[in-house]
């Protein structure tokens, strides 16, 4: 059985998901206070990647950003990003 495109995608996307990870810790321990760009920046990619239905990425980077939360505000928004993105978007609507 081949890979299909979609499943290469996903691994590539959870794979870009654990590198800004890497990437968030690297920069936390070498310029302490970089945990809130980190966690803020990456409440926009993970609204970015649900509207474009890219599960696994937005699941990856809501991960990043709830470990990286500096306040309840960052951290409920991670919270939501990851639920939405572990519903796959399924028969969600928009109010």
Avoid at 38 to 59: N, P
């Amino acid at each position: 059985m081949s890979p299909t495109a979609e499943s290469v995608r996903e691994v590539a996307d959870v794979v870009g998901g654990i590198r800004y990870g890497l990437t968030g810790a690297v920069s936390d321990h070498l310029a302490p206070g970089a945990r809130s760009f980190m966690a803020s920046h990456g409440a926009i990619f993970v609204d970015d990647f649900v509207r474009s239905e890219r599960w696994a990425i937005a699941a990856a980077f809501a991960r990043v950003e709830a470990e990286f939360a500096t306040d309840k505000v960052l951290l409920a928004t991670a919270k939501v990003g990851g639920w939405l993105a572990a519903q796959r978007g399924d028969n969600l609507e928009a109010t």
